[in-house]
Nanobody, 121 residues
Framework: QVQLVESGGGSVQAGGSLRLSCAAS?????MGWFRQAPGKEREWVAD????????YYTDSVKGRFTISRDNAKNTVYLQMNSLKPEDTAMYYC?????????????????WGRGTQVTVSS
């Protein structure tokens, strides 16, 4: 069982930055960030293989968001720069225990409770 706790959400103006953190309680294989805006489906944002550091991003955040990990702290980060109003959502940290990380939320094993990000224009 892996427990995930997110932090770092908040409200910013467009063009601003936020850094999300996700602290994990146990061994992690692949860590990812998803987001869900009101009335929309949960959307994969980025992921990272914790052993190799390989990262993947959805097209809409490439060049603006950076996912990273600190294995000593068992923590994954999402640095979000040049934020846009369309980035407004609840952001969730997730862990997948084997295989390819993937973009399908149903295949991920553990989830945090989420942290709200609100970007105003």
């Amino acid at each position: 069982q892996v427990q995930l706790v997110e932090s770092g959400g908040g409200s910013v103006q467009a063009g601003g930055s936020l850094r999300l953190s996700c602290a994990a309680s146990g061994y992690t294989y692949c860590m990812g960030w998803f987001r869900q805006a009101p009335g929309k489906e949960r959307e994969w944002v980025a992921d990272i293989y914790t052993a190799t550091g390989y990262t993947y991003y959805t097209d809409s955040v490439k060049g603006r968001f950076t996912i990273s990990r600190d294995n000593a702290k068992n923590t994954v980060y999402l640095q979000m720069n040049s934020l846009k109003p369309e980035d407004t959502a609840m952001y969730y940290c997730a862990e997948r225990s084997s295989g390819f990380c993937g973009t399908t939320s149903a295949l991920w094993n553990y989830w945090g409770r989420g942290t709200q990000v609100t970007v105003s224009s």
